[in-house]
Structures are given as C-alpha cells and as structure tokens.
C-alpha cells in the first residue's frame, strides 16, 4: 500500500532532507529508520521538495510503498512515537499505488523569514534570518515582479551541471511584516537547487539600494549564477505546502 | 546610576535566574558577566521573579546599579551583543536610585501553556508542556475561581520551611485554546515558589475528572502541600510581565 505523508519539521538538527551516504542525520534517514523498525520492510521515503540542511517544514509532503496494509492512523502515531521531537507526521493517508509526492506536485509554497529590526527573536529565532536592519520593501516587491512568471532562472541555480530545463513558474510573491519579521513567500510550479535562498539574497541587495530593482531584468537575462546576489542562510526558509491536483 | 532592564529569555538551556555557587549556567549569570566585562565593575543584577530552570520570560524585568553613568540605549545594544542568542535585553532605562525590580513590584502575570492535542509543535514545542489530552476545562476554570481573591496558598508553595507570609491575592486566572494549545494566565500581586506550577498540576486533576472543582476550597484550607497536585513542568511556563505603580 501506498502512504502519502504530511510532514512537519525543525530542519536545525539536520543536514537536509535527502539521505547521503552514512549520515542518518537527515530527515528522510530519520523517517526511513522508524518504518523499517515498524515494518521490518525496507522502505524508501520520496518527498516533495528536497529540503536544504538548516531549512525546515510546516507543510512537506512524502509518499512510501509499503508491502503490508496498516492502518493509516495507527501507523501516523507509531510514527510520531518514535520520531525525534523535532519531527512530526501531521498526516497519513492511503493513496494510489501511482502516487509520486514529487512527480505529482504541481506547486509548492515556500516562506523566507527574516528580522527587519534589531530584537533577537529569542523564541522564534531559529526559523529566522537574523538580518536585523530595515530594507526598501516596496523596491524589493517591484525587483519580485520581475520574477513571477515563467523564465529561465538559470542565474538562480547553484547547480552549475544542472542538465534539464531550469525554466520555471513562478504564481506569486508576497511581503508581510509583522513584528519586526519580513516574511517573503513564494508559490511556483517548483523550484531549482538554492533558487529560493539565491532570490532572497539578490532581493535584500534591492532591499539595501545596492541594486535597483529593474536591473532583475539583466540578472535573469544573464544566465549566469554570477549575475545574482549572494545565498541567504537556510534557518530562515521553511517548506510551507505542496499543491496537488484534486483527483 | 540605576538602570531598570526589561528582559526576554528562552530559559531551555538554563539553571534558572538565580545565580548559584559556581554554576554561570543562569540568566542572573549570563547577565552579571556580560556587564561586569562592560564596565569593569562588581554587579549584582536584581530580578523581579527568580524563575526556575527551564522556565522562560517574556517580560522579566531587573535592576542594576552601575557606579558609571552609561548611555542606556547603547548598554542595552552592547549587553545585547555578548549575551547567548537566548536571552535579549528589550528595554534599558535609567531609574530613579531607589528602584528596585523585586522590591517595587506590584504584579507579575504567568502564563502556562500546555498541549491539548495529540499533536507534536515542533515549532514551539521547547515553550510548551506537551500534556497531550483534551481536558474538562469548563471545570478547571470553575476551580481556578477558588484561587482568586486574597487567600493563604501554604497548600500551594514548595518551601516547607517558609517563615513568611504565604498569603498572596489572585487577581484573575484565564483560560484561551487556540490551536491545540491551551494557555492559563495567572496575574497577582506575587507568587511563592513553585505555586504557579502547583496550582496548574492541581487544575490538571480537575481537568481530567480527579478532583472536583468544589475540592479547592479543602485544598487552600488544608495548608499543606500534600493537599494539592503534582508540580507541572517548567517548560510550559513564562514569565509575561512585571507591574509597577505608575510614578
């Protein structure tokens, strides 16, 4: 039976969610471990986005295949039990056999937190970017405009071999502050390796008048990752929700 | 000169406030190191509330009498720089000589928050006790009635050898659920040790159908420790404000 599985988690502890070699210190190593021991099956967890070291998730979304039947709920709270407390299983749920979290999402949301005053944040600060200095929002939003869309956001890819097509859609921006935390938020089709981070980076350079917001027009002409600005740290994105088509 | 401090602490890696033998690992601690380097002098940091280990604040408030005279707003950024990611100075004001945070005092509200879902919070899970269960709250707020008003709390303080008064006024106890999280404010003139704690694992029992909400009264007539509940744990509790009379 096929599971589809909603996901939340504190991505400071990991380093990301893909599984790499030895480490089970990631968040798809730490899922597989807990259903193998439930299951004794060998078990292999797909996610939606494959979410950096630091980066966390209110809303990621995997799918495993498992040989036995289990009840959906039952399994969701073995799950929850045995996970680390910095993970969590919002939901599981029977799905098609078909049913890829990746291959099927048609969209994702993520969120960039970051601070725009001078306060630490000390009970939110580790979903943050402690940036901690005012920025020219309404500059940043019109540079954004120049994103949504579709286009070729190759200068915004950090993987340089990257083969296949990196033209993407992007459906919104959006800028809220509130407390002294800019939350900028992305909704697209999907989204290349660090894209995400590298288009906050370029953004706080508009923010900070060391560039203006219609040269994003050359930035992504450019199609070069050198033309755009620096990487913003990963503690200040989370993985908000993955859209799939109602069947 | 006198400087009153208003403070914000996540106090998960802490011994408590209260600075005790060699153990630097508290607020108290933190606070007294970081301005002795500053100004080169001997201090002593005074708290309005000693908050336990593990408890949090979001308004403490203390006072520190410096023999230099200091710009307040760059001692607040300086002290704010050196001091752990944890703990975050808000507001510095010089203060008439006399002030003292504890001693002038003339309200404190706590708040206790606590899970009533099954779920996990991974967000917020170090500011939270994760007690897990739905709860009868129409009967701990009519308990919680008991409390307010001028009454002795002996039944409610974990210092048996308290030579002081352990009469204390309630002003208000109140209850809000959002979420999954169920938040219980208590705000008096001050509390003893551990009372907010006790009073909080006592309307556990009669949230949970243990203990009648009218077995209160026994409760507080008791005077005796042994009367009321369990002590709930420090997690879930913040110090939320410190009073003073308006001058």
Redesign the interface.
Known sequence: MNYKLVL???GTRYDGWQKQGNTSQTIQGKLEQVLSRLTGEEVEVHGAGRTDAGV?A?GQTANVRLAGVYDAEELK?LM?HYLP????V?EAVPVPERFHSRLNAVGKTYAYRLTVD??????E?R?LYLYGKPLHTKAMKRAAEYFVGTHDFRSFCANRRMKKSTVRTIKSITFQETDGILTISFTGDGFLYHMIRILVGTLLEVGEGKRSPDSMEEVLKACNRQAAGPLAPAEGLTLEEVFYQRS
């Not at 407390?85 to 969590?88: A, F, Q, S, W």
């Open positions: 939340q988690y504190d966390h209110k709270n929850n407390e910095d993970i969590e919002r001078g306060g630490k944040h000390v009970f600060r979903f």
